[in-house]
């Protein structure tokens, strides 16, 4: 129950405050006028004593109700203002282990990153080599065909010799280019792993970032709410009082005048107690 509607309940009881506050005013007017009241009068007195004391039943009754309803209420709440709080660890563990992951992904994307620039240097080293060698085999071909063709004008002279070298070295070059072809194809297969394993890494810290915004956002909104509910646990807590304490006061007055005590100064006590609540719910 909101303050407004407490408020709407204890305008409701006011009628009985003020009911009972008149009755007791009556019965203390004809105290004060020291006279021996009328067979009327005596009928009149003794039907306000009855009223005074049907009200305060009717008041302790209502008061009762009023402590039940808000021990309810505020245990509900304190269930609800549990579980806010059970769901914010949830997501402040959830935030937690989502920061851990990311701090993990740095440490892993500057070893990828390491190894990126490695296989690169490796790569640029290797298509440098090749380069080189193929030049060196163009050059050992074109210096071949060159003698052939001084051979040619020569023909007598013995050159089998000389073929069979560049033909031996030509083969050894190409022998080292296919190696260094294989080893920059396996640099390049390596690069590429490397940079979408590096890329993939980098989409999930993204998502994470996206998840840890969400949840610090979420986390705001739950703080908020606790704090709503916290409030709200506060108010019942401060109506519960006002009714218990309500209650005790009502039963006390109750318990004396089913004793009998049908003085003045019970006149005094009805009306002050019921001016003081009526103030209180004002408030």
């Not at 009328?38 to 008061?63: G, H, M, P, W």
């Not at 970032?209 to 610090?216: P, V």
Request: charged share 40%.
């Amino acid at each position: 129950m909101e303050k407004i509607d407490f408020n709407k309940s204890l305008v409701a009881m006011r009628v009985i405050f003020e009911a009972v506050t008149s009755a007791a005013s009556s019965l203390m007017e004809m105290n004060a006028m020291c006279v021996s009241p009328t067979e009327e009068e005596s009928a009149r007195l003794k039907a306000a004593f009855d009223e005074i004391r049907d009200q305060l039943r009717q008041l302790k009754l209502e008061s009762q109700e009023k402590i039940e309803e808000y021990n309810v209420r505020k245990e509900e709440s304190a269930v609800a203002a549990e579980a806010s709080i059970r769901e914010y660890t949830r997501m402040q563990e959830n935030l937690l282990q989502l920061e851990k992951d990311n701090a993990d992904a740095r440490v892993a994307l500057a070893q990828k990153s390491a190894e990126k620039d490695e296989y690169e240097r490796a790569c640029r080293k290797s298509e440098a080599d090749l380069l080189d060698i193929k030049r060196r085999r163009e050059a050992e071909i074109r210096k071949a065909e060159k003698k052939r063709e001084e051979l040619k004008k020569w023909f007598w002279v013995p050159g089998y010799g000389l073929y069979l070298a560049i033909d031996t070295l030509v083969n050894e070059l190409d022998n080292e280019i296919g190696s260094l072809g294989r080893r920059l194809d396996e640099e390049h297969r390596r690069l590429r792993e490397l940079s979408e394993q590096y890329g993939k890494i980098c989409r999930e810290v993204e998502e994470r970032n996206r998840k840890i915004e969400m949840i610090k956002t979420r986390m705001t909104e739950q703080t908020g709410l606790m704090e709503r509910q916290n409030a709200t646990i506060d108010m019942y807590k401060r109506q519960l009082l006002y009714w218990e304490d309500f209650h005790m006061q009502i039963s006390r007055l109750e318990s004396k005048f089913k004793a009998g005590e049908n003085s003045p100064d019970m006149m005094y006590e009805v009306i002050e107690l019921m001016e003081a609540f009526g103030d209180a719910a004002e408030e």
